[in-house]
């Protein structure tokens, strides 16, 4: 009977997941007239059609290299967003747990913060020349800091009602975080997690464009040295589009099936 | 035969004492109230006994198997299904998933809540059914002894009367001990087997009643006349409805 239910649940849950999808179609058509509007209004140079960039899209993907270069992107995105969210996931909780950790931490973060990603990418590029290591770590330290206080976050604002009660009914520490405090921690982990995720692909794309490290921001750096307006947008796209397949396939299942009871708190407007 | 038995607790918050010299015991059964002024310190005793709090000064013995408590909150899990909530006990007891829907249907039962109410989250259930989730979770292991802190303070007369009958019922089935902390002394009679006072300072227990017939078995006459008895003719209840919120954290 509950498989069945909890079944039947997901794929209403699905459903209207994909329902939703008509309203991002409308947002998306949208910027579509008003980037057809500057078109008309500037000419082919400065702002190529949608059509025409869709199809340069359509043309690099059918290409065969820009499915290549895509992944090597998406590759290196993806690795420096692993690398940050482990990171920095272990390192908030347990600043989170210690009060002079995270004393110490604070200063630290604000450093970190303050450096303009672009500067580590000129010390990435002398320590490890142009290579897989320099995208990476550019990630890793400019995507960590916004991970670590989402878990720092997570850990100092958790309900610790709830954890005395489960001390009351017999958990040990070590349950007490695992079955409560994690829990409580991933609602506010969740949504630091999807913003370092897109600043992975933003990051990665610009490191491998001033390092010269291929990839899609190799690709941007050729069509801007040869001026093919409608490629450079295709690229953009193409990279926007790798980073909402990357959140809407793995991220967001994910946390929808963890944050169930949100949904089901949710008000109707927002539900629908 | 005492189950639990607090022994000259003392305990402190920031260096000021709220507790002093407390000394109780509950026998195999019986239902005990606690009852003192708002601030005096009664939920810290539970928390002490109950092992949340570890007390400063004096030794906590507990002969029971095991305890429960409900929380003044629901203290529900909001990501978690009512269901999820009430067998979480047991999942901590190392109850496998499969074994665990008989008892939780059974204790769900015995706190009033219909089958339905299981698969909802505690933000689509109303006050009381968050009371009735957590009263179910604390019966689905079948405890000896049962903490109550404060726990209808937060219902209506209505909700609380029905809560109370739920574990006056309750007890007598299931043969539990309880500790109830309330401030509520209509509460109190209704409820327990004896009442102890708490001092108005934290110093010590100021005195005990053991009130007449089982719990349950006294109806509204009886509660209202035995509560105009103590309060008008009891020393012992002169101070219980003394508030100085401000004294105490």
Redesign the interface.
Known sequence: MRPV?SALDRLSRFGRFLWSGWAGLAGLALIAALWQAGHEAYGDFILPAPLDTLIAGWRLLHDGSAVELLALTTRRALAGFALCAVIGTAAGVAAGYSPATLRLSRPVLTVLMGVPPIAWIVLAMIWFGASDRTVAMTILVSTTPVVFIGAVEGVTTRDR??E????????GPI?RFT??AA?QIS?QLFPALILALGSSFKVAIMAELLANAGGIGGALARARAMLDIAEAMAWVGLAVAALIVVEYVLIRPLRSE????RD??APWGVKR | MTVLELQRIGHSFFGRKVLDAISLSVGAGEIVALVGPSGSGKSTIA?IA???VDAREGRVVRRYH????V?Q?P???????ARDNIG??L???GVRRGGRDGAIRAAALRAGLLPEDL??????LSGGMRQRTAIA?ALV?DPDFI?FDEPFTALDVALKRRMQDLVIKAAASAHFAALFITHDLSEAIRISHRILVLDANGRGIAGARILPGAPGSRDDAAVFALRQRFLTEDPLFARIHDIDERLRP
């Open positions: 239910s009602g709830i005395d009660m489960a001390r009351v009914f017999g958990a349950r079955h409560v829990r609602t963890l944050e169930r009871w089901a708190a | 928390h109950a092992g949340v095991r305890h429960t408590m929380f909150d203290r529900l899990m909001p990501w978690a299904t979480f006990p999942r901590l007891a698969d909802k989250y505690p933000s689509e979770r292991t903490y």
